[in-house]
C-alpha cells in the first residue's frame, strides 16, 4: 500500500424529501450526477423544513437558522465552498463544511449533513460525498432500465399478430379445480 491515496468524491444533488413508508420520518434524498444511485439520509421534522425551504428559495418575513448562518457568513467573509459528506459512523453521516476565511485560509467545521445541505443550498454550494460513502449507502435509481424495460414491452406488444395474443392468453388460463386438465 502506498502512503497516498486519492479520495475519490461525487458531486450530489439534492433529489428531494420522501417519506420514509414504516416511521413516517422525512428522508432526505442525494442523487449522484448519472441519476442512477441516490443517498437516503433520515432526518427530523424541522430539518426537513429547512431542506425544502432551502431547495424552493422561500424568503420567510424572518430568517430562518440557516438563513441566519448564511448571513453571519456573509457579514464575516466566510465563504462556503463544499460541503462534504465524509463517512458513516454507527449508521450516522458525518460531514464537514469546507469554508475559506477573508484571509484565504481553508477550515474544516464538523456538521450534521442536514444543517451542511440546508446551509449550501442557501450559498449555492457544492454538495460532495466520498464515493465510498455512496457506493455503502445508495439505494439504486434506474430510470434507464426502466425506460428500457418499457421499449422492450412496446416491441412486443408491436410485433405480435392477433393470433399471438390468442395463443398467449390461451397460456396465460389460471388453473383452477373446476376445468383443469391434466397437462400431457
Known amino acids: 500500500m502506498g502512503a497516498h491515496r486519492t479520495v475519490a468524491m461525487v458531486e450530489m444533488t439534492v433529489a428531494g424529501i420522501a417519506l420514509d413508508a414504516a416511521s413516517r420520518n422525512p428522508i432526505v434524498l442525494l442523487r449522484d450526477p448519472s441519476g442512477r444511485r441516490q443517498v437516503p439520509i433520515w432526518i427530523d421534522q424541522s430539518q ?23 448571513n453571519l457568513m456573509a457579514v464575516a467573509g466566510l465563504e462556503l465552498e463544499r460541503v462534504i ?34 446551509l449550501a443550498l442557501r450559498t449555492g454550494s457544492g454538495l460532495w460525498m466520498l464515493e ?7 439505494i439504486p435509481v434506474d430510470a434507464e432500465a426502466d425506460a428500457e424495460e418499457i421499449a422492450d414491452f412496446r416491441r412486443f406488444v408491436d410485433g405480435l399478430s392477433p393470433a399471438d395474443l390468442i395463443r398467449q392468453q390461451g397460456k396465460a388460463q389460471p388453473d383452477s379445480d373446476a376445468n383443469s386438465k391434466p397437462s400431457s
Open 48 to 70: 426537513a423544513q429547512n431542506i425544502v425551504a432551502g431547495l424552493q428559495e422561500l424568503s420567510p418575513p424572518r430568517p430562518l437558522s440557516h438563513d441566519l448562518m448564511a
Open 85 to 118: 459528506i465524509h463517512s458513516i459512523e454507527a449508521n450516522t453521516f458525518r460531514a464537514v463544511l469546507k469554508v475559506t476565511d477573508t484571509v484565504g485560509e481553508n477550515h474544516e467545521i464538523d456538521c450534521r449533513p442536514s444543517d451542511a445541505i440546508a
Open 132 to 138: 465510498e460513502v455512496v457506493s455503502d449507502a445508495s
